[in-house]
């Protein structure tokens, strides 16, 4: 725990997914809100189609969702949301004459029915 889910347009080609993974995850790990980083678990999907709204223009999204355990407060859930948009905001140069939109949602996952083991090693 947690889970970090990147999801990108295609056409932001100077956006470095690795990169943008291991930033996000340096942050949660500096965050103090998680036990070890190796509970940490990022991945990134770069969206070959998709549609922002109706417009012809050009347009573009980066979106971040957190999943973690339940019982945290709003204010915590909030400076994780912060945190994370800050590195969002800084991962590359932005496209010009590109409107792109950056968000982060932080989702709760119910502890009492969250299951996980490790295997192997």
Not at 10 to 19: G, I, K, P, T
Not at 39 to 55: C, Y
Not at 61 to 75: M, T
Not at 82 to 97: F, H, I, N
């Amino acid at each position: 725990m947690p889970h970090l889910h990147l999801e990108y347009t295609a056409n932001l080609s100077d956006l470095n997914a690795d990169v943008a993974l291991m930033r996000m995850n340096n942050v949660l790990v500096g965050s103090g809100q998680f036990g070890a980083e190796f509970d940490i678990k990022s991945r990134a999907v770069k969206l070959q189609t998709f549609k922002v709204g109706t417009a012809l223009a050009e347009r573009a999204f980066v979106h971040v969702k957190l999943a973690v355990l339940s019982g945290r407060s709003a204010e915590i859930k909030k400076q994780l949301s912060d945190s994370l948009l800050a590195v969002v905001k800084d991962l590359c140069e932005w496209p010009t004459g590109v409107e792109v939109q950056l968000c982060v949602e932080i989702l709760d996952i119910d502890r009492e029915s969250y299951a996980k083991t490790t295997v192997g090693v």
